[in-house]
C-alpha cells in the first residue's frame, strides 16, 4: 500500500487543483487570498529579500537551467532516459501551465511590485520552479551516499521552493490561490515523473 501512496497524493493534488479552478471561475472572493494577501502585505517590508528570490523562477532561469541539467544528464551521466523524460517534462509543464492560464483568464492583483505579464492562476514560479527544483533536488539526493546530508538538500529544496512561492505573494503578483494551484499541480506532475522514470528504468 506504501509503495502506491504516492497516487493517492496525485489524486488529492489534483483535486485540490480543480476546486480552486471551480472557485476562480466562479469569480469568488476566496478566504485564502483575503487573509494571506493581508497578512503578507503587513510584513512585505521585512521580507525584502524577496524581491531577488523571486527571480530564481523566472523563465529565464528555470530554462537556462534546464539546459545546463540535460547537458550534465547527456554528456557527464549518459542517463538518456532521464534527459529525454526531463526534457519532455519541463516543456510539458510550461506548454500545460500556459494554456491553463489562457484557458482560465485570471488577471494579475493591482500594484505590482515587480513587473509580471500573461494571466495569473495557476503560478508559473509555483509550478513549473517547484517541478524543476524538486528534480534537481530528487537528481543530487540519488547521487548522495549519506542520509543526513540527502535530508539536508530535500529540507534546503522544500525552503526554496517555499520561497519563491512567497516571493510572488509578497511582490503582488499573484494571488495565494494561484501559488497553491501551481504548487498542488506541480507536486502531481512531479510524483508522477519520478515514477515514471523508475518504471521505463525497470525495462531499458
Known sequence: MIKHSW???????????FLLVHEVLGE????????????VAEHTLSFSF??????????????FGSILVVLYLWIVKKDYLKMALFSIGM?????????IKNQVKRE?????LVDASGFSFPSGHAMVGLIFFSLLAYFIII???RNSLKWVVG?????????IGLSRIAMNVHFPTDILAGYS????????????????????
Open 7 to 17: 497516487i493517492a497524493i496525485v489524486l488529492l493534488c489534483l483535486l485540490l487543483f
Open 28 to 39: 469568488r472572493t476566496l478566504a485564502l487570498d483575503t487573509y494571506l494577501d493581508f497578512a
Open 50 to 63: 524577496l524581491r531577488y528570490i523571486t527571480y530564481l523562477g523566472k523563465s529565464m532561469v528555470i530554462g
Open 91 to 99: 516543456g510539458g509543464a510550461d506548454i500545460i501551465n500556459r494554456r
Open 108 to 112: 494579475r492583483p493591482d500594484d505590482q
Open 143 to 145: 547521487e548522495v551516499k
Open 155 to 163: 529540507i534546503g529544496f522544500f525552503f526554496l521552493i517555499l520561497l
Open 185 to 204: 499541480l506541480g507536486i502531481a506532475f512531479t510524483l508522477i515523473w519520478c515514477n515514471l522514470y523508475k518504471l521505463l528504468g525497470r525495462f531499458i
